[in-house]
């Protein structure tokens, strides 16, 4: 019997997907923007203490793989020819902070996420040593010292894990975000992996100048952290091997935000709402984050954006899910929320790694208040879901503050977009309309895009005139104005009553100052095809 003909459809670009919640890869047709194919897993998180947040690098990896495998698998089942697909490109959570041997190729210790809260008391003690007329940090990087960003993750790792500081001694450690993990495990690891990280991810480091766009001597000497352990540093658009973009600056690409002025909210485990500031670094007065937006091409110009970031977004419903265990899957909070169609006077405010943007309040701990003997699980998981509105609001209004000229609609994406109730719901609370694509995965195709857009490989435009009409779903406002407001202000009450919670380190929340303590080969099928990261803005 005669082979089955192969469908056509090149030439395709791939995306790897590595979110803190799940892995996913991704096929597009780079000429019409169509998802072909996907597979995703679902990745482990470990809480060692209270507040630590931790995964296991391998595991992340072999999702990666995992994922590649099965897609190309699904595309051979549609008759598709994988040997069309001529780039990948790779997104990742950012912020999150591996080690590894590189002679070994094994991990040192587990990634730190980006949620975890050890390094608080690191960050006090730093935060003495910066002088009060010339904070140097924020105004190199963009960035308040935070447990967010990677440095101070690295410098606990250099301070209390044995097998890292050895290997700092005996030059045989290296630093990376997931990126550089994943780009150096993908192209070869100990027998020649890049080791590498696109601006976007440097960016997030607090390690990283943004005007230079250089790994800056200053900032290194102050955390204390040696520059020989540090990825190379390359655009968000380019041939090395395999490159990458940061997640939320991959979804601005995929939301088209190639302007100035235009904006995207991407609702993952957290919530990352980004403005295109174009090549200015403008600094925020109202508590937003200046980050590199993207840079596609070596020789291209560098994008800035504002960033409000807000920590628990999906992790909520995680968390709705995994402890209180109220719902069995994540899709069943549409429907509990759908039974009651309110609150009822119940507000939640998951602060479980503090507040983010535009408090920065590292004391703050979740609360739900508001409670009668009527409120019932239906009634918190509505509750659960405006929380995630709320906190979009509270980042728009300090971005049109910023900005100046008010948002007249939000572009969303990511997962929890599905979700209908919670997309009128951010509709109502921000009193704008909410504009949704009917195909939510943009973080995967802006790292598609800028990997296919790359210099060399070139099968994907980026020319306005050439990028595809989007099919957008707009849900508008249903309530007025005076009710938005109030339920809102409401919302701010229960906001201030959450903070103040945590005042000392106790060695149960974990100070950091008591503990010392596969080839690519199944599916490169043809010469042409070329590894490439994009990474896109996002938290």
Known sequence: MAASKKAVLGPLVGAVDQGTSSTRFLVFNSKTAELLSHHQVEIKQEFPREGWVEQDPKEILHSVYECIEK?????GQLNIDISNIKAIGVSNQRETTV??????GEPLYNAVVWLDLRTQSTVESLSKRIPGNNNFVKS?????????????????????????????????????????WLIWSLTGGVNGGVHCTDVTNASRTMLFNIHSLEWDKQL?????????????????????????????????????CFQ????KNTYGTGCFLLCNTGHKCVFSDHGLLTTVAYKLGRDKPVYYALEGSVAIAGAVIRWLRDNLGIIKTSEEIEKLAKEVGTSYGCYFVPAFSGLYAPYWEPSARGIICGLTQFTNKCHIAFAALEAVCFQTREILDAMNRDCGIPLSHLQVDGGMTSNKILMQLQADILYIPVVKPSMPETTALGA??????????????????????VTMERFEPQINAEESE???????????????????????????????????????????????????ISG
């Open 140 to 180: 190199k990087t963009g960035l308040p010292l935070s447990t967010y960003f990677s440095a101070v993750k690295l410098r606990w790792l250099l301070d209390n894990v044995r097998k890292v500081q050895k290997a700092v001694e005996e030059k045989r450690a290296l630093f990376g975000t997931i990126d550089s």
């Open 486 to 536: 109030i339920r809102y202000s409401t919302w701010k009450k229960a906001v201030m009553k959450s903070m103040g919670w945590v005042t000392t380190q106790s060695p149960e929340s974990g100070d950091p100052s008591i503990f010392c303590s596969l080839p690519l080969g199944f599916f490169i099928v043809s010469s042409m095809v070329m590894l490439i990261g994009a990474r896109y």
């Open 448 to 469: 598609a895009m800028a990997a296919g857009a790359a210099e060399g490989v070139g099968v994907w435009s980026l020319e306005p005139e050439d990028l595809s009409a």
């Open 220 to 256: 290194c000497e102050f955390f204390g952290i040696p520059m020989e352990i540090l990825p190379n540093v390359r655009s968000s658009s380019e041939i090395y091997g395999l490159m990458c973009l940061g997640d939320q600056s991959a979804a601005l690409v995929g939301q088209m």
């Open 71 to 75: 897609t190309c698998e699904k595309l």
């Open 260 to 263: 100035i002025g235009q904006a």
């Open 99 to 104: 080690v590894w041997d590189k002679i070994t």
